[in-house]
């Protein structure tokens, strides 16, 4: 454990970082303010279609909040994910002509996504009070399901950043999968607009699914649904648990086993 | 490994997967997979490559383009991984082997210089602290606050330099750092190279420039087609790395004048066997080789094999005709030869002939190749053929 955080790695993670936050808006009149207003305007295109169109919305307390959540944790996920994914061939030309440690690069990726996220539950801090949301002693669980969430982006982040170097086929199948995570995972629907139990269940079991329902009825409101409600007991919630450690595990596994040749596939 | 040794290369060899069509797709995984045909080639960059460099010593390793030297500096600094054999090094190695490397060209100067102290293992405080030194080395100061996409390469080299003599490790790797720069900046390098010299740390240099080779290096290394062809005095190496270009130079020639003789085939086959009868072309000094020859024209009465060493070397050459050997057969025969011969990669040279002609009717001049291994029960000779010998007293 020592070795991996020694002075040397914190060194290089944190510039790392800094690098991939000043290269990311470069250029841009309003630099960094771009990482609050891009979900700001993707909620607000989705509140004008959802809640005001076609009315989901109803029967949730504070919905638009409520939505802005599940939006910005699901942004996290897919920010995450996506930017770690082509993380280690982006940096392909540190990895041929240098040594440094491979996961440093998918690990200071995982930051930077951190950072926006950060900022991004600033942000639905300001919409809580300006709701009136009432804050719920349950609020306390928010940073193990942010935890979760992050390890459950992480293991799939070592998996797919070392399989991209072989195949390059996978980002496109990422995009894919994600798009169709998005409408699988109930964030612009509540979960009780589905009627059949057996679909509800299902749902849920997706790590993401479960963790944002988790967050919001911690944090937002009890009015929705989460794993333990639609069990109703039994060991059935831990499945999403099970999930994300598997992934962890598997990840780390085949990150290790591919790390010493990413140099000469790339 | 005892404590003077700085890195001990241990029989690596490196083979990598060349792909004949870029196969990172998974369509093409699943295709080939079905099909069950293997769309790589494999090509053996170093073999079996073994040597030791002491602390203090300022080590050089020449050779040709692709002859495997860049692969070995990279496996010694930990960017890949050794196919087979082991690599130990002892002491801080600088994780880098070439300069500017990490750098980005949407960055200024001043963030480039952060980013690369921190591939060195430098955090921001020990930076900030250097900062001013690493600059004025450069001769920049004006332009830290411009991206470097707007700098000259020959400052892009300036910065990276100064910035790569501080890392503060025991053993360093340079490839081709020479070649860049001008007359002054080369300046800069050999007075640098003094100082390491003078500091007693562990260098190694890939370089094409003999000169500086033997001006700085206490020993050099020569490599060929991935095999080690000598280790010694700097100024042997780069005298037999000189001479090994002149002679591919001439070889490339004489091959061309050559090409006036015989038309005729015969349908001639040659191959070369190893003592168990199986068809090689690698075998091991003091192997016997069997050389197969099978033609299709009754009137061929003798036969020629010539070895040659694939630098333009004749080791040795004989016929059937010169041996007294006389044919009962006229459409195959066999020469078995003891190869003792250092290791090194060679070719067969076969010519045919037909009674009453003095020349060969049929003459390959660049038959099959084979490779000599060394011998690992044998010790170590100079020179190209191991003669009978003994020693007396």
Known sequence: MRQYVSKQNRALLSELVRTDFKLRYQGSALGYAWSLLRPLLLFVILYVVFVKFLKLGNGIPHYPVYLLFGIVLWNFFNEMTVMSLGSIVGRGDLIRKIRIPRWIIVFSSSLSALINLGLNLVVILVFMLVNHVDLYRTALWLPLILIEIYLFALGLSLFLSAAFVKFRDIGYIWEVIMQAGFYLTPILYPLSRITNVTLQKLLLLNPMAQAIQDARYSTITHETGTIWQVFDGGWYYLIPFIIVAATLVGGLLYFKSQADSFAENI | ?393
């Open chain 2, 1 to 393: 490994m005892d404590n003077e040794t700085a890195i001990k290369v241990d029989h690596v060899s490196k083979t990598f997967k060349l792909p004949h069509e870029k196969n990172n797709s998974i369509k093409g995984v699943v295709v080939n997979f079905y099909k069950r045909k293997k769309t790589f080639e494999t090509q053996q960059v170093l073999k079996d490559v073994s040597f030791e460099i002491n602390k203090g010593e300022f080590f050089g390793i020449v050779g040709r383009n692709g002859s495997g030297k860049s692969t070995l500096l990279k496996m010694i600094a930990g960017i890949y991984a050794p196919s087979e054999g082991n690599i130990h090094v002892n002491g801080k190695i600088t994780p880098f082997i070439e300069l500017g490397v990490g750098f980005s060209p949407e960055l200024t100067g001043r963030e480039n210089v952060f980013l690369n102290g921190a591939l060195l293992g430098f955090n921001r405080k020990e930076m900030a602290a250097m900062y001013e030194d690493i600059v004025a080395f450069a001769e920049i100061e004006k332009f830290m606050d411009q991206k470097l996409k707007n700098y000259s390469s020959g400052m892009q080299v300036r910065l990276a330099f100064s910035i790569a003599i501080r890392a503060r490790s025991s053993i360093l790797l340079l490839d081709e750092v020479l070649a860049v720069g001008d007359e002054a900046f080369q300046r800069k390098c050999f007075n640098y190279f003094e100082t390491l010299k003078r500091n007693k740390k562990t260098v190694i240099i890939v370089t094409h420039d003999m000169s500086a080779v033997e001006r700085f290096c206490s020993r050099a290394m020569f490599i060929e087609d991935g095999e080690i062809k000598l280790i010694g005095k700097p100024n042997t190496v780069a005298a037999a790395y000189s001479r090994s270009n002149d002679e591919n130079y001439k070889i490339a020639k004489v091959e061309k004048i050559v090409e006036e003789v015989p038309q005729e085939t015969y349908g001639l086959t040659i191959t070369t066997k190893n003592d168990r009868g199986i068809s090689t072309n690698k075998f091991t000094s003091n192997d016997l080789m069997t050389v197969s020859l099978a033609w299709d024209n009754p009137e061929v009465n003798n036969a020629s094999v010539t070895i040659i060493r694939q630098s333009g070397e004749c080791m040795f050459g004989t016929g059937t005709y010169q041996d007294k050997f006389e044919f009962s057969l006229h459409d195959k025969v066999d020469y078995e030869v003891a190869l003792n011969l250092q290791e090194g990669e060679y070719y067969l040279q076969v010519g045919l002939g037909r009674e009453g002609q003095v020349k060969p009717v049929v003459l390959i001049n660049n038959g099959p190749s084979f490779v000599v291994n060394r011998d690992k029960s044998d010790s170590r000779w100079d020179g190209f053929t191991k003669l009978k010998h003994e020693w007396k007293q």
